[in-house]
């Protein structure tokens, strides 16, 4: 038996035509619908857990799921594509399908990769790791390159060398973050390919928090529970709205250094009455930030103003297995060994995805943040007015967005920033 191990580390030319534009708009809006599917099952698979945080990648696994979209055939490529939101082509060449695949990906992991200045750390890697004597199509691993820029490297799965070169290459590329993702006893002889991409982010504020003013304040996890946490502050000018579509949330961005990216906060607008009516306004805005519906706000300067921000410093790490949650979005067949069709990478239909996993991890001070995310496909053988003070001492949301791409790179809750 064989099998084939695709994984996926979540951290991202300004000068772009007007077609790769178009491109770039089609995918972060077909990744804004396959988080808003994903997203909820997550929230309530940690909560059912008894998870307070979550961070997660869509954008992540959305790439993990493209690569291997390219080697999908059959119902299995057609599930594949309606869970990524593909749109459906009006034409036989698939030329609307081909602008995501192709344009869309080569314009981010190609064209906008290894972005490493003063401003900022954004890096996108990919690599295809195959086994010595396996047969892997050209043509796929020539897709792979051209549109996720990645190179093809030999390897011989049988030695454990194989696992601690693939851990350590991750390592790396993740600048520590994420280590050890392959644990042992996963590879082996039968073991055909391993398909990596790595996302690494770490920017400064454009306005740094103040050490000096962080102090001690009372979080308010949940009716019965507060928690004491360094609470990081600032005032000055920032862009905020109060979406109504979130029941009058505010929506807060922060600039990272260079504004090629920003930190997007929700914060459900403050309630005067129980605690467990705050609670309840929470999930009401968790539901509908996280649904395929929403968008995020397209700030104007409008938006812009004097105010005083309140936010705790906090770290987390969370673990997700996604086959679960991919099996409820549609996408079957992949999972069964009897029905799976991966034709397009081997030239056989004898490959199977096994199990999805992903980490995500985050850190947020008063320099910045650092992410970092990691997703794991196995595959085997058959197998009103705004209140000028934003005060986060309550459960809040948060994403990372690239403004340039419009992909959002990370998303999130916190719901008690103690806990890591």
Known sequence: MKKLWLLSFAAMKATATAEQKEALVVLSHANRDFSGQLMPRLVEKATNDNCDNLVVSSFGLNTVLSMLYLGARGSTRDQIKKGLALPISSSNNNSDEKMITELGFREIFVNNNNNNNNEYTLEMVNRIY???????????????????????VNIDFGKQEARDTINEWISTKTRKKINDLIPPGELGPLTKSVLVNAIYFKG??????????????????????????????RKGKYKMVQDKRLGGASVLEIPYKGQRLSMILFLSRNNNDSDSDEALLFQEMESKAFSSSYEIPDFSEKSLRTMKVWLPKFRLETSHNLKDPLNAMGMTDMFRAERADFSGINGYKDLYVSSVLQKAF??????????????????????????????????????????????????????????K
């Open 130 to 152: 195959v086994q010595e004597e396996s047969i892997v199509q050209q043509e796929y691993k020539k897709r792979l390159q051209e549109n996720f820029g990645a190179t093809a």
């Open 204 to 233: 400064e504020w454009e306005n740094k928090f103040d050490k000096e003013l962080t102090i001690p304040m009372k979080f308010y996890c949940s009716s019965k529970v507060t928690v004491d946490v360094p609470m990081m502050f």
């Open 362 to 419: 985050i850190e947020v001070n008063e320099e910045g943040s650092e992410a970092a995310a990691a997703t794991a496909a196995i595959m085997m053988t058959r197998g009103f007015a705004i209140d000028p003070e934003f005060l986060c001492n309550r459960p809040f949301l948060f994403a990372i967005k690239d403004n340039l791409t419009g992909v959002t790179l990370f998303t999130g809750r916190v719901t008690n920033p103690t806990l």
